[in-house]
């Protein structure tokens, strides 16, 4: 077709008596159509990151598919829309059949996006494949939409421009691929809206590169059609925004409908084995626990060996196949949770002793498991330790004596172990004297210090120094379990040299640090008063460290002293005539005559924390206490109260005349570099 250089007002004729119609465009809609495509790939962007963090197959399907409606409604959307931008001197009309069926390229394409992105190796050729079948969807699309157009002339195709556009498509494609898998590591929402505003550009550059390359024309008899004025075709907008707008509104009320049960899979999901993890454990309130009649821990020592030597994935396969087995031996009413790696919890509903210890044993036989390409099926050894849950015992203790049970089971390489309390009380006892020796040697105690604060000026000067010990296989142990200990077998004294060099390291740190004024407190045990020389081993070591022993408090408790009084009175007396303080601990605990107690040399009186626990509830209370701030004040004594845990409470016994106050109000125990910064900001204030 040859067109005639002459122009009139309604188009330009062409020889073969066709007209070309002039081309106009709606800018707001343009702007509107690249929004749609921008909208619709921010959502898919965020799906996508989902999509990657699922683990089941049906799961990965589905949200592929609410992805693929999503981004294929965009791209749809965005065309007509465009098309609707697109305006001519005649009306145009569509047919809605092939107006709705040119979406299905659109959503196989990004369906066949999603597949690849979500593959664990994504090959080059699979790449390429995706990137050219999307691209020839996108096209394919884009000319179906225009094949949609009905009106009185033809359109024609610029060959050379629909292959640009197509290149275009298929150049986007690669684009999504990369974005969409780059996408998975974006966390903030403007780089997120910077990758979806790229998307929508690429994805209207195909198409308006498409339209550029195509003419209307319109036979010459119809002439008549031709309008002054563009006219835009409002029939086809409202439908596909419409559609696009309830597509995308869909797609993210969808994600906000699933996102709370997403995160709470994430959270209390093991991946794996979709058995409920340890937090899931972890969550459990006592009420629950105490539903079921036995708890097993298991592990199979071959998991860690067997990750090392085939690598995660094989391992991943092994754990999957080893919960399979457990669930299947297993009752119903159970309750299974893959708490680590190479370890499993199992919780037996209540019946009988005798059928629960059955039960137990036949969960934690050794495993037979087929394997793919072995002629033998694998053998999987396991080890398991058992603890039976009853009202009187917390879920806590309960998992610790399974522990035990199953530190039992290795030792004695047996398949089972039920925790024996008197029995395990007797193993436990032996590890922790061993390992309290080795813990002083090797210096694994820790010294934590918890400040005492002036109740009149808010000044912290003076601090109580404690022994912590976090123990590489049994975690962190309590003073309370490993001090009495120490006290049947000979230890304490040990302990409390090692603590007073600690505390006299950190007074000559604290010295050259500008903090003089800083004075500790390190707590004497009861068999202190029964040990030969035991304060000269004290002096000793304050006198080698060269540090002042006014600086220095000794803690007694009140019970201690008064169980050999004399005794008691001598060597504290001793100490406070080497220079140092005394404090009596535990005030009002130990039902001690006044007498009695007149008779100890202490400087400081601790009121127990069981009496400031009640200083809020009564009068009468408050009463007792401030009997015993006036009777540690008619002795000279200063006074301390123990475990002060709200405003209140510090209000209350400064209102009482209480010298100083200690407890988790003011600052729990603490790591020495943790009471310089308190001491510091104290200072300055």
Known sequence: ???????????????????????????????????????????????????????????????????????GSAIWSMHFIGMSAFQLRIPLTYNWGLTFFSILPAFVASFLAFYVLQQKRLRWQAITAAGLLMGFGI???????????????????????????????????????????YS?????????????????LAISSMHYTGIGGSSFCLPEQWGFLV?????????VLGMTTLAAITMMFTSVQFILRHEEKWDSRMN??????ELPNRRSFNTMSEKEFTRYGLLITLESTLLRTY????????????????????????????????VDGHRFSVLLPQAEEALLRRQAKFISDAYTIAEEGREEDMYVPVSAGASFITADKSKSQTIQEAETALRNTRKHT?????????????????????????ALKEKELQTHYQVKVCLQTGSADDAEALVRWYHPDYGMISPGEFIPVAERHGLIMPITEYMLYEVCRQLQKWDQEGMRSMKAAVNLSARHFHLVGANRRLIN?????????SRIEFEVTETAAVADLDQAVRLLEELRRAGFTIALDDFGTGLSSLTYLQKLPADTLKIDKSFIDTITSSEKNQAVVKLMIDFAENAGMKTVGEGVETKEQAEILTELGCHYGQGYFFQKPVHPSQLQTLFSIRQQA
């Not at 799906?47 to 799961?59: D, E, F, Q, T, W």
């Not at 990758?195 to 929508?200: E, P, S």
């Open 541 to 549: 070591i304050v006198e080698s460290m060269h540090i002042d022993p």
């Open 1 to 71: 077709m040859i067109c005639t250089t002459n122009e009139g007002k309604k188009g330009r004729r062409m020889e073969s008596t066709l007209i070309i119609l002039d081309t106009f465009y709606n800018w707001p809609l343009v702007l509107l159509s690249l929004f749609a495509a921008s909208a619709g790939s921010y959502v898919a962007l965020e799906i996508n990151a989902r999509i990657s963090k699922i683990r089941s197959r049906r799961g990965r399907i589905g949200w592929m598919l609410i992805g693929a409606l999503t981004m």
């Open 227 to 235: 309008q002054p004025d563009p006219v835009t075709t409002n029939n």
């Open 268 to 273: 209390f999901v093991d991946p794996v084995t």
């Open 139 to 181: 096209s394919g699309m884009h000319y179906t939409g225009m094949a949609a157009i009905t009106f009185a002339g033809t359109i024609n195709y610029n060959g050379t421009m629909v292959l640009l556009a197509t290149l275009i498509a298929i150049a986007v494609s690669f684009a999504a691929l990369f974005l969409f898998s």
């Open 414 to 438: 047996e398949p089972l172990s039920f925790f024996d309390r008197e029995k395990d009380d007797i193993d436990r006892e032996n590890q922790l004297i061993q390992a309290l020796g080795r």
């Open 307 to 338: 990750d090392e030597t085939w690598g995660v994935k094989e391992a991943d396969w092994l754990v999957e196949m080893i919960s399979r087995e457990i669930k299947v031996r297993t009752p119903a009413e159970s309750a299974l949770y893959h």
């Open 184 to 200: 998975r590591f974006l966390t903030s929402i403007p780089k997120k809206l910077g990758v979806a505003i790229i998307m929508g």
